[in-house]
């Protein structure tokens, strides 16, 4: 069994990606290909923005929201503590300061009210200028944004969506990638939409901020790439990607997403007596980047870990080390108020195997084996 399975769906998709990228050999634009242009506005219309521009990986899309944004040394900007380096880590690229922010038990996403409480405390502590909210669509599931949105607006920050493992989730009918002042989102192949390698895009409705990131997403050009206006980066989606992803878009729209919430409203069915199961609130829809239950302890989220694993199943801890806890923060004063729920979490959350090929079969076997493990521990 894979804990996500690029192979089958390969097999699947075969004739169409073979064909997409034998296009592109036999037409040689490997950068800035034909197929690039088409896959930004594909990507534009589905997720319902103006604006699509993809980049090299998700965490250089960070990076160019940052820069467009001008975020800079003593800057706030508020993440939560229980998310993917990345996030944080962009931040402190730019010079600024993260500042983190408790989640929540039930959602694993950023808490309204520990936003609040960590704003407050920066304008009260008066050395920093808060900036700008990460919210983090965590294994799926879109972030509170009726309520991030009230907030951002009455501290007058700007509010970026890190859809990396959001794609394909949707509030209100709206799809992720679309609530950020900016949103980005990844294409490394186990997110919800993978390519063959490292990919991004970024999401906007400003032009301004458009502009701004096509330039810098190439060395800062202005009118061509050898005129070079400002200081940028090479962050550039190949073009075998956007071919690849075209036809992985197709058949993301098609089934893949409905396979997944299919898989995870059965284990869901299955487990809730057993274990505590993911909770998507009312009006919310999850492209299930993972599906991730949490154990009462960290011992028996370990022993069910170990169960599993004896009996061919594979799991994983997303994410073990809360954001404040990471070396490479240490020196900073980024945990400026309570950040337990994160602290509990990565003590005992489990991802199990989710993708759109995993059969009933081997779904049955992963529930009858977390049920053997809970009734043998009662
Ligand atoms: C994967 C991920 C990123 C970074 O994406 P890459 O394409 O690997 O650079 C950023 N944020 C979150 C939440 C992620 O899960």
Redesign the pocket.
């Known amino acids: 069994m894979q804990f996500r399975d690029l192979k089958t769906q390969y097999q699947q998709l075969k004739r169409e990606i073979d064909e997409s990228i034998a296009n592109v050999l036999s037409e040689s634009n490997f950068i800035s290909g034909i197929q690039v242009i088409e896959l930004e506005q594909q990507l534009a219309e589905y997720i319902g923005v103006k604006h699509c521009i993809t980049c090299a990986?998700?965490?250089?899309a960070?990076t160019l929201a940052f820069m467009a944004w001008d975020i800079k040394e003593n800057d706030a900007v508020f993440v939560p503590d229980f998310?993917?380096f990345?996030?944080g880590e962009t931040v402190v690229f730019e010079g600024a300061t993260p500042i983190f922010v408790d989640v929540e038990e039930r959602t694993f996403n950023i808490s309204p009210n520990s936003l609040r409480d960590a704003i407050n405390r920066v304008l009260e502590e008066g050395k920093l200028k808060p900036k700008a909210i990460v919210a983090?669509d965590?294994f799926g599931l879109p972030a509170n944004y009726d309520k991030i949105r009230e907030i951002a607006e009455e501290y007058h920050l700007l509010l970026l969506e890190?859809g990396?493992?959001g794609f394909g989730g949707m509030l209100h009918k709206k799809r992720a990638c679309s609530f950020g002042d900016i949103s980005t989102t990844?294409?490394?192949p186990a997110?919800p939409l993978g390519c063959y390698g490292?990919?991004?895009a970024i999401f906007t409705d400003n032009d301004e901020w458009a502009d701004l990131i096509r330039s810098y997403r190439i060395h800062g050009k202005g009118n061509d790439k050898y005129d070079n206006v400002r200081v940028g980066m090479n962050s550039r989606l190949d073009t075998i990607q956007a071919a690849i992803l075209q036809v992985k878009l197709n058949a993301f729209q098609q089934y893949e997403l409905q396979a997944v919430n299919q898989v995870a409203k059965y284990y869901t069915k299955e487990l809730k007596e057993y274990v505590q199961v993911p909770i998507i609130p009312e009006e919310f829809y999850s492209s299930w980047a993972q599906y991730s239950i949490l154990l009462e302890s960290r011992k028996q989220r370990d022993g069910l870990q170990e169960y599993l694993k004896k009996n061919g199943i594979p799991s994983m801890i997303y994410y073990p080390k809360a954001m404040h806890k990471q070396k490479a923060f240490q020196e900073i004063d980024c945990a400026i108020t309570d950040l337990s729920i994160t602290e509990i979490l990565c003590d005992r959350v489990l991802a199990l195997p989710m993708h759109p090929y995993l059969d009933k079969r081997e779904q049955d076997k992963v529930i009858w084996s977390i049920k053997e493990y809970m009734k043998s521990i009662k």
């Not at 990986?57 to 250089?60: E, R, V, Y």
């Open positions: 990986n998700g965490t250089d960070l998310t993917f990345a996030s983090v965590l890190d990396a493992q990844s294409f490394f997110k490292d990919g991004g």
